[in-house]
């Protein structure tokens, strides 16, 4: 039975009467993206194994592990189900490095495979059926950002955690075999919890709220398995999402809500994941590859940087003085200076107080940054970037960049490039064996176990 046989369908039951579906038929294209989108973050996942904005939530952490076991990713301990969903998550977005998703306007693998692989082992599952569920996590995940955006991202919600939530309970429902009345409690209690700002941006709340977003999608598929309710009805109430999260009329809102689509277009193919270049915010990469075509510089020829953006990518990433490492990845003007003098930006840039070098403050104190005049407000010139350098021999070098190489709607980044990522990301922790052993478990179709996956992450 489906919801719908016994209810006026609403945004949650329509959602639910699909994840819940047993006709739902992949396409090997959509799998074979699936899979390069969880190699990518897995290997943020692991990457980010040193960071130092990890070690500050090592105590919180230790008191979560005890008589625990479901592993961390990149490291030797365990958490309960929950948490070690909320840990990965927090982990897999702490880098800032891992993929996005246009229709989301935000992170979607870093909320919803954590999710999945907790539940997934703890139902000693196989790979594939994890592949299967973040999909499906994923596809839910557009149609409620298609839904929602521009506007959600544009009252100050952070979509990744907001939004994200709801991917997380899909995937892990879908885990559960729960069926569609289920799989709408499940719904419910996501948009209950969901929570998530922007003015986190900068600081450890970012990936924190993320982590929460997958730990509170677990436990509404949990609780929802258990017994639990919710309203099947949380968009469309008087006091429900479209009101308090949107301002909006309920009706207006929820009749922007695509559930035709899908299994027929898949969101993994267009507009596509996109995987990121480089481990910073994503609002900074089309000038990045701007101050790139221009380098190399020598920062002593640099007069003055002027850097224009599009007003929605500037808001976030307009920081003269990073205060923090993990500010600096939201600063276009650091970014930039790097990217013009050593022609790209790494995950050493954001380590060792980089942004507090000489060179890199004389830099930030020669940028400026503006709008640019984009002729409309279409997503490309969302993200379009010009870097003009004035030199001290008069000269001005200029580059604009419509949108930065695997950006645009429907493409993706070589594979050979994701697996390059992968394993410089988790080179440094893992040996040869170890790396090609789990690259081939997630990017080969396999009956290989999670808990076989997982014992391949751990350091």
Not at 29 to 56: C, N
Not at 285 to 301: F, T
Not at 410 to 434: H, T
Request: net charge negative; proline share 5%; with cysteine.
């Amino acid at each position: 039975m489906t919801t719908s046989d016994v209810a006026a369908p609403t945004v949650l039951t329509r959602l639910a009467d699909w994840i819940s579906s047993d006709s739902i038929e992949i396409p090997e294209e959509v799998r074979r993206r699936a899979r390069l989108a969880m190699l990518d973050t897995l290997g943020t996942t692991i990457g980010a194994r040193a960071s130092s904005d990890f070690d500050q939530i090592a105590p919180f952490i230790s008191e979560q592990v005890a008589g625990a076991n479901e592993p961390l990713i990149g490291r030797a301990g365990y958490a309960s189900t929950a948490d070690a969903a909320f840990i990965n998550s927090f982990t897999a977005h702490l880098l800032d490095f891992d993929d996005s998703h246009g229709d989301m306007a935000g992170h979607p693998t870093a909320v919803v495979l954590p999710a999945a692989l907790a539940v997934a082992d703890r139902l000693d599952l196989r790979f594939e059926a994890v592949v299967d569920a973040y999909i499906v996590g994923v596809e839910v995940i557009s149609r409620i950002g298609r839904m929602l955006n521009p506007d959600h991202y544009d009252l100050g919600w952070h979509p990744t955690a907001t939004i994200g939530v709801f991917g997380a309970a899909a995937a892990t429902a879908r885990l559960l075999g729960l069926d569609a009345r289920q799989t709408q409690v499940s719904l419910s209690l996501a948009a209950a919890f969901s929570s998530g700002i922007k003015a986190s941006f900068g600081t450890s709340a970012k990936p924190l709220q993320v982590g929460r977003a997958a730990a509170s999608g677990v436990q509404a598929s949990l609780l929802a398995q258990s017994g639990a309710t919710g309203r099947p009805d949380a968009f469309e109430h008087s006091q429900g999402y479209a009101r308090t999260f949107e301002r909006k009329d309920p009706a207006v809102l929820t009749a922007e809500l695509d559930t035709a689509s899908l299994g027929v277009e898949w969101a993994l193919i267009h507009p596509g994941i996109i995987i990121k270049q480089y481990p910073c915010c994503g609002s900074t990469h089309s000038a990045i590859e701007s101050a790139a075509a221009l380098a190399p510089l020598r920062a002593e020829d640099i007069e003055q940087i002027h850097i224009q953006l599009h007003p929605k990518r500037r808001g976030h990433v307009d920081r003269p003085n990073p205060s923090s490492e993990l500010d600096a990845k939201f600063s276009v003007q650091f970014t930039v200076g790097r990217a013009l003098t050593a022609g790209t930006v790494t995950l050493q840039d954001f380590t060792g107080r980089v942004h507090e070098t000489p060179e890199a403050v004389a830099l930030l104190s020669k940028t400026v940054v503006s709008d640019i005049d984009a002729a409309d407000n279409s997503v490309a010139d969302r993200y379009v970037a010009s870097v003009a350098v004035k030199l001290t021999d008069g000269r001005t070098l200029e580059k604009v960049t419509p949108v930065a190489s695997g950006r645009a709607p429907g493409e993706m980044l070589a594979a050979s490039r994701i697996v390059e990522k992968f394993e410089n990301c988790v080179r440094p922790y893992f040996d040869a064996a170890q790396v090609e052993a789990l690259r081939n478990l997630v990017l080969e179709e396999n009956d290989r176990s999670v808990a076989e996956l997982l014992r391949l992450t751990r350091v």
